[in-house]
């Protein structure tokens, strides 16, 4: 019996994964253009991926949709009772930091200047700046 679930995030520009990820200092391995590394889960079940992220006996898995998106699968109950990390708390992490990678990288493809503010909750607050010579 397969203990992997989806996790729908729907991710799509590689770079903001990566990018979130290191910022989470976490572990994890990409698959070579046109290859998929394998995911740990349960009792030795395993599933195919672009990224695998060690969570220890467990793995996370970045899974590639064909209409181009990317959601994260696990067997949370593993990750949970060995890493402490709940479903919720790592979407939720990796969301904030993949948002932010990715609206950060489209601003500064668009010319625009950035300046990050954290408020005492943790949100981010994003200013961007174009200068104009009008």
């Given at each position: ?65 064909e ?7 696990a067997?949370?109950w593993?990750v949970?009772?060995t890493?402490?990390?709940?479903e ?6 990796l ?40």
């Amino acid at each position: 019996m397969s203990h992997f679930t989806k996790c729908e995030l729907k991710m799509t520009n590689l770079a903001a994964i990566r990018a979130a990820l290191e910022d989470l200092k976490l572990t994890y391995e990409e698959a070579a253009q046109g290859q998929q590394v394998v995911v740990r889960g349960y009792r030795g079940d395993t599933l195919k991926a672009a990224f695998k992220i060690d969570m220890g006996k467990y793995d996370i898995g970045v899974i590639a949709n064909e209409n181009g998106t990317y959601d994260i699968t696990a067997d949370w109950w593993g990750v949970e009772t060995t890493k402490g990390v709940s479903e919720e708390e790592f979407k939720n992490q990796l969301s904030q930091r993949y948002q932010y990678h990715n609206v950060k990288q489209a601003c500064e493809e668009k010319g625009y200047a950035l300046e990050e503010e954290v408020e005492e909750n943790g949100e981010i607050r994003l200013v961007m700046r174009k200068w104009s010579a009008e």
